[in-house]
């Protein structure tokens, strides 16, 4: 009898699957950034299954917090380096991980450049990066190393190496001082921030002239060399640190839910991505693949020599520390060895902010200004950084100042915004051309500046683009804004500033206080 | 209303097409379900669908498992409703023993022996007068097309003292010389693993009770420098396999591991073979894989994975040893190079009590 109950749920099984596979099902994947070259191939094969793929793009800190918080969204994870999902999936929900491809992180030194600094054909150690940085003959870009993989791995592989490569990382060596000063010195270095690896690229694209040098997935370099060449501009050469490079795995992984169909179809995408085809397609796309990361494939067209590249050489990796020693070295970056962030927060008080948009401007405020928050996210503030609020309407309201990262300091702030209502037009380019004013004065040497500017509607009344554009070329410091989207805000308004100041603009009508987080998680 | 109609009028054809088929070949032969739990290192061989195919046509079996760690299946799983536990190692076995739960029969399937996965780099040339890498260093030595770690107390020294890999002469590398394994505490290869080494310090000679707490600080000190561990031995050799000797100069895995990879990746294999290095430690501990039989049917089961056909393709196809006794394996029949016709040198893992003691010190209990 149990077998005939049996046979019949296995009937209606079927009967149901081929009700479904008539109707296109969705299968989401959470993903770092860096994956966005392969999303086609990813949706094409969904396609064909009868799936309708969507990637969202995270970084790998929030992937790491929602596992560890178990709120994940979505069917499948791929995060830049498994040890992401050894730090968060506590809960063990990810299933079947396995790498599709590996990557070096790099740096990548304009090839005039690195000619004249004498990086090429050479054997590059950190201590040779360390001299560069200190006789400020070398300034770079790279993510922040507690909003992104590509940063991160660069962050810990730089401890590893001026550490002399021990057997592994432990608390102890986090607080000695003389390696806080060197990591502190190479930070000083850094002359652009920014949340995602994908997103440095743009930004390195969209201003080519403006940036010497920028570390990411080598995978990355090659993408912006291949955009460089075909605009007729010079090419980024490829430097692998010798004494350690971090290598990202990109671990693809099944989120556990008892969803048999969805993860019959998760076997499947993951079976082609690793079938020789696909990785010899994705070997095209710059990505390593194959044992030890070299395919038999490789084009020298795409892994290019004259880039600096080569898949020969040996790629000596940091040894995973233990996932408590990575977090408070994670922790210690934020708060003390990070270049300090100096932020301006144009805020719109407007009348049309009233009731909910108010709502979750304060809220998404509170997140970034309260460290107890903010520390969740990895966003808190150093003792160094510098912090200005300037609430605007049709008018331009006093700003607000706190200096380091004092939490009363910040908490009073806080209250300040949050005593303000909303009233009046807008006008989004005098607050702006006031923070940039506010930003000029200061040392831009020594904290990344950032302006952050929140708005709800069009700009009707008060000062226009020309005059903004006008301010911001005359003060030729790299001053990028970034500008939260809400409510009724002109987009087109929002992206000309962007493409002015090599900044960005991030949606916040889905969820503002994530977009605040990724504006903030830039410098 | 009318689409539900539909709907129930093909459900009911389907079912009655169905049952016809059912009662028809029931006729033909009986397939029986066996429901166990089984350690990972085995679901390469039991997803196999040639090796389904056997089980089914042969025997009338289909095994219905779910993938437990071994130590974990012995302690703690339930057993109500399931016919067999099929760990990877024979401290679960003894465990079980000890729990006072039902035991209709145990036999020994498959072994693989522990081995080391590295890099020619790290290796080195065995070339007369021109020795490099360890084999320089007198670590390892090549006999009969073999890698033999003919030296393992010596390999733990060098990691002991902290030495670097320029202190052996591999420039290559940078940093000290280690060997990564999985965690002890978590999967079955880092466990054994630990076992070997708690032996080798004993003086290569297993380990009591009496002696293991004299060893523990240095096993805690060897297993605190190797920073985060995996906690799956499929895992830790994808990570070598796809890192390469930068990453990963030196693993511990299951013999069986290279061998799956080599006949799964066929035409991949001449590229991977010339780079690869498989190092059999002298003395080596063997990963079992014991069949507890729960049932009646767990053991038909035992009898039916005895079977010349199953092992012979255990063998080849997914790189098991014969667990059983009078039985050999012949290499010839594999194409991964370097794989010994015997293993001679294996000793016994310390006992359940002694693994216990290593596994709480290591989780710092």
Known sequence: MKRYIMLIFILLCSLFSIHCSSETNKFTIISGSENKSLEELVKEFGKKNGYDVEIHYKGSVDIMLELESNSISGDAVWPANSFWLALGDKQKKVKNAKSIMTSPVVLGVKAGLAQKLGLIDKTVNVQDILKLVEEKKLKFMMTSATQSNSGASLYLSLLYALLENPDVITKEDLNRADLKERIKLIFSGVNRSSESSGFLKELFLSHPEGFDAMVNYEALIIETNLELEKRGLEPLHVIYIENTTAMSDSPLGYIHRNEPKKEEFFEKLQDYLLSEQTQNTITSYGRRTGVSGVSSKTDTGIFNPNWGISTDKILTAMRVPAPEVIKEALTLYQTTLRKPSLTVYCLDFSGSMAGSGEQQLKEAMKTLLLQDTASKYLLQAAPNDITIVIPFSDRTFASMRVNGNDKTALLELFNKINEKKPTGGTDIYSPVIIALDKIIKENTETNIPAIVLMTDGQSNTGRNFQALAEHWRRAGIDIPVFSILFGEADEKQLKEIASLTSGGVFDGRTNLITAFRKAKGQN | ?365
Not at chain 2, 166 to 177: A, H, P, Q, R
Not at chain 2, 224 to 238: A, I, T
């Open chain 2, 1 to 365: 209303m009318k689409q539900k109609l539909v709907g129930i009028i093909i459900l009911s054809i389907i079912i009655a097409a169905g049952l016809v088929i059912y009662v028809a070949s029931s006729g033909t032969k009986k397939t029986i379900v066996v429901k166990g739990y089984v350690g990972g290192e085995k679901a390469g061989l039991l997803e196999s669908e040639d090796f389904k195919k056997i089980l089914k046509d042969k025997f009338g079996v289909i095994i219905d498992y779910t993938k437990v760690g071994s130590i974990e299946m012995a302690r703690e799983t339930k057993t109500t409703n399931i016919d067999f536990l099929w760990p990877s190692n024979m401290i679960a076995l003894e465990i079980f023993k000890e729990s006072n739960k039902k035991l209709v029969k145990s036999e020994n399937i498959f072994n693989s022996p522990i081995v080391l996965y590295s890099w020619d780099t790290v290796v080195g040339s065995e070339e007369p007068g021109k020795e490099t890498g360890l084999i320089k260093a007198g670590i390892v030595q090549k006999i009969n097309g073999t890698y033999y770690i003919v030296d393992m107390p010596r390999l733990i020294q060098t990691i002991m003292e902290g030495k670097k890999w320029s202190d052996l002469n591999i420039n290559e590398l940078y940093g000290k010389v280690n060997v990564m394994c999985t965690d002890p505490v978590k999967s079955n290869s880092g466990n054994i693993f630990a076992g070997l080494l708690a032996n080798l310090l004993n003086n290569e000679d297993v380990v009591d009770e009496s002696l293991i707490d004299k060893h523990m600080p240095n096993i805690l000190s060897f297993f605190k420098r190797l920073g985060y561990m995996e906690s799956s031995s499929g895992d830790l050799f994808e990570q070598y396999l796809r890192t390469g000797v930068g990453a990963k100069p030196l693993i511990v895995g299951y013999e069986n591991q290279m061998v799956e990879f080599a006949t799964k990746y066929k035409d991949y294999w001449p590229n991977v073979k010339e780079k690869v290095r498989i190092l059999y430690p002298v003395p080596t501990i063997w990963s079992s894989h014991p069949l507890i039989a729960l049932t009646p049917a767990g053991t038909e089961l035992i009898k039916i994975l005895s079977d010349e056909e199953i092992q012979q393709f255990a063998w080849e196809k997914h790189g098991f040893r014969t667990g059983l006794i009078g039985v050999q394996n012949n290499p010839k029949v594999l194409e991964v190079v370097g794989i010994p016709e015997k293993i001679e040198k294996v000793m016994q893992m310390p006992s359940a009590k002694v693994m216990d003691k290593i596994i709480k010190a290591l989780e710092g209990k």
